[in-house]
């Protein structure tokens, strides 16, 4: 499984854990932000590998 296989899923799982925790604690709650905040920066990391493996 490649590195950015594994940010996939991470981002994945930690959306459907954002999301559910915005449903049932409020989108404004400080649980909700703190996943949001984690998923910021998973994807973030995934970007960057992305842009890294294009450049020649």
Not at 24 to 41: I, P, Q, R, V, W
Request: avoid cysteine; charged fraction near 30%.
């Amino acid at each position: 499984m490649t590195k950015l296989h594994v940010l996939k899923k991470g981002i994945e799982y930690k959306r459907r854990e954002m999301v559910a925790s915005g449903l049932a604690n409020g989108f404004t709650n400080h649980m909700t932000l703190k996943h949001s905040h984690e998923l910021d920066k998973l994807i973030l990391e995934y970007q960057k590998r992305i842009n890294t493996d294009k450049k020649p």
